[in-house]
Structures are given as structure tokens and as C-alpha cells.
């Protein structure tokens, strides 16, 4: 019998027979392969799903059933395309592959899934799979991103918060807790965003929520690709944002199994 918590490509056929698939929840963890400014791998966003799926594994000993997919490396990430190092999908490629996995899913009885991102480019494109999964297939799909567990306004200031969006202090910490060998903390700075000084010459125009928010490449907000104080990182800043971020993410897989369970007998009734 399989552990409630297990990951998808360890199993064999008996233990996906054994699994109440109908009730199990699949973790696709979505990252992307692009640069992250001077000091960073270009890895960084599929290290941070997959690190914090694998910890809040560890969390789920009792609770739902959990399946953790292989992870998925390739994201929309066209906006850091002009800089060595990224390698893009496009939104169809990307909404294909997403159908195509979920397709997968729900011809051998799972129907429930969750994506859980570690980069900002994806997050439309998976709103969008996530109803068109609902409505193509009858999955119960969630979309999250790895920034919604992490407690980071606790580490930084509101400065940070609205404007380090890319291989700051967040990422570089985390970084740093996860492989510190791939950091150039000498190469680290604190990286100015464009988008702070849009806020202050226009009452409407800038990327914090509700502002009309231009189309952006990265060298439109930073010409060395990053944004945000990536020298005030530190290793024990990230090992508490990946802690944090794992078990909450682990609270809130156990909400979802609830959620889907009140959906599905809501369904039986009418």
C-alpha cells in the first residue's frame, strides 16, 4: 500500500490500483528555466516548487492522499527571452501540455489536481488551464503559487514586497538555503525595479494590484535582469521561507481535499 503522501513516478501499477484515485490529489509543481539576474542559476523557479512540494511531503504522513508529479521544468518566460540562459514555452504549448497531462489524469480516474507555481509569467496562463481543465475534463483544479505559503512580508519591507519581483531578497535566500554552492552572493546587489519610479510619475500606471499594468520584458524594469535586494539575503532567511511555505502548503492541501469533497457532494445532490 502506498504512503499518503507519495510521489507519482515511484509507484508501480499495483500501487496506482490500490490508490482511491477519485479522492487523491495531484501535485503538478510548474517552474521555468530562465535567467535570474548575475548571481543566480537560471533554475531557480523550478528548484523552489520542487523544494517546497518535497518538503511539505514530509507533512503529510496523515492527511490526504497525495500524488507529487514529476515536475515540470519549461514555463512562459518570453519576457526574460532576449537574455542567454532562458528557455521559453508559449501560452499554447504550455496550455497544451498542461491539457495533455490532465487528459492523462482523468482517463484513469483522478480528478483532482493542484498546479503550484514558482514564477510570475506562468501564473496566467495556468488561471486559464485551471477552468478550462474544469470544463474540459470535470477536474477540481486549484492554482497556486510557492509566494502565497512563504510569509515573505516578514523578512523584508513593503518596498521589497512590491518591487524585489525577480532574484531578490526571496529568491536569493531561498537560494541560499537550497543550494548555496550555485549563489554568487559577490555578484549580488540591490537591484532597482523601473516599475517604483512608474509609481511615482503616474497615478495609474505601475505593476502593484490595481494599477493598468504595461507589457513589460525584464530590461524594461532592470537591465542586469533582476529585481529586488538580492545582498540582504541570507541562508537562514530562506530555510524559514521554505519551511513556512511547505507547511502551509501542506494546511492548505488538507483544505482542498475538504473543498473538493463539499464540491463533490454538492454535485451527487443536484
Not at 116 to 132: K, Q, W, Y
Not at 235 to 264: P, Y
Amino acid at each position: 500500500m502506498t504512503r499518503r503522501a507519495s510521489r507519482w513516478a515511484d509507484l508501480s501499477r499495483s500501487d496506482f490500483a490500490a490508490l482511491d484515485r477519485a479522492r487523491t490529489i495531484c501535485v503538478l509543481p510548474v517552474g521555468a528555466i530562465e535567467q535570474h539576474g548575475p548571481h543566480l542559476p537560471v533554475s531557480v523557479d523550478r528548484d523552489l516548487a520542487e523544494a517546497v512540494l518535497e518538503r511539505a511531503l514530509a507533512e503529510m504522513e496523515a492527511g490526504p492522499s497525495i500524488l507529487a508529479l514529476p515536475g515540470f521544468s519549461y514555463g512562459k518566460s518570453n519576457e526574460h527571452g532576449m537574455i542567454a540562459g532562458t528557455l521559453s514555452l508559449s501560452a499554447p504549448t504550455l496550455l497544451a501540455i498542461l491539457g495533455d497531462i490532465a487528459h492523462s489524469l482523468t482517463k484513469t480516474g483522478f480528478r483532482r489536481l493542484v498546479l503550484l507555481n514558482a514564477h510570475g509569467g506562468n501564473t496566467p496562463v495556468l488561471e486559464i488551464a485551471a477552468r478550462d481543465l474544469k470544463i474540459a475534463h470535470g477536474l477540481r483544479v486549484a492554482t497556486c503559487h510557492w509566494y502565497n505559503f512563504n510569509e515573505a512580508e516578514q523578512h523584508g519591507d513593503a518596498r521589497e514586497s512590491a518591487f524585489g519581483i525577480h532574484a531578490g531578497l526571496i529568491e536569493t535566500s531561498a537560494m541560499l538555503a537550497l543550494k548555496p554552492a550555485l549563489v554568487a552572493m559577490e555578484r549580488a546587489d540591490d537591484f532597482a525595479n523601473q516599475a517604483e519610479t512608474w509609481q511615482h510619475d503616474y497615478d495609474h500606471i505601475g505593476l502593484s494590484p490595481g494599477r493598468a499594468r504595461p507589457a513589460w520584458t525584464i530590461e524594461d524594469l532592470n537591465a542586469c535582469g533582476a529585481c529586488g535586494n538580492a545582498v540582504a539575503a541570507t541562508r537562514a532567511i530562506g530555510e524559514q521561507l521554505l519551511e513556512t511555505a511547505a507547511r502551509n502548503f501542506a494546511r492548505f492541501l488538507g483544505e482542498f481535499e475538504r473543498f473538493c469533497d463539499q464540491q463533490d457532494q454538492r454535485d451527487r445532490a443536484h
